[in-house]
């Protein structure tokens, strides 16, 4: 299963890696000290295992044809960008982004991140079929590998300025309300 897990597991840590360098960073380090834990404490499947998990975030949750009603993910660290892909034979998903008052138009295809921690999320899908995967980080895995807490993720200024002229197309982003 995790060796079949890899290519979307890469595809999720790349995106990380563009999206927040300094959480991407401590949690490849993360990795790397709960592989050298294994070893050391001489847990041989462990270790196997770690070698063959692709991914920078510690867990990974499959779900298939299941709404998710609006909740928030306590465990996570709140700095942490949790990030769903779907895929499947639907339309019209909705993706709620509630305390934020965004619905975001998920379908398949579709990856979305968001702190899982501080922003509650839920998943309206009227029929069809669907897989979602979504990657996480837990807290207590970054605190047992003793691995630095990295800041929230900061945006230059510039960059800030250029979005203003940049237009959604409905049919990828619907905003109702205001922030």
Not at 56 to 83: L, Q, W
Not at 121 to 145: K, M, P, Q, T
């Amino acid at each position: 299963m995790i060796t079949a897990m890899q290519r979307p597991a890469l595809l999720a840590s790349a995106a990380l890696r563009v999206m927040h360098p300094q959480l991407y960073w401590a949690s490849v380090r993360t990795h790397i000290e709960l592989s050298r834990w294994s070893a050391d404490q001489d847990l041989p499947d462990m270790h196997r295992l770690l070698k063959h998990w692709a991914s920078v975030y510690t867990g990974a949750t499959v779900m298939c044809n299941r709404d998710s009603p609006d909740h928030r993910d306590p465990k996570c660290p709140p700095e942490a960008f949790d990030i769903l892909t779907c895929i499947g034979n639907y339309h019209h998903g909705v993706m709620q982004l509630t305390n934020l008052g965004i619905d975001l138009l998920y379908n398949p295809g579709v990856m979305v991140s968001y702190s899982g921690c501080l922003v509650r999320h839920g998943i309206n899908v009227a029929e069809g079929d669907r897989i979602v995967w979504a990657w996480f980080l837990r807290d207590s895995v970054h605190n047992y590998a003793r691995t630095p807490r990295p800041d929230y993720a900061r945006y230059n200024p510039i960059d800030l300025d250029s979005y203003k002229f940049v237009r959604y197309n409905q049919v990828d982003f619907a905003l109702y309300g205001t922030l």
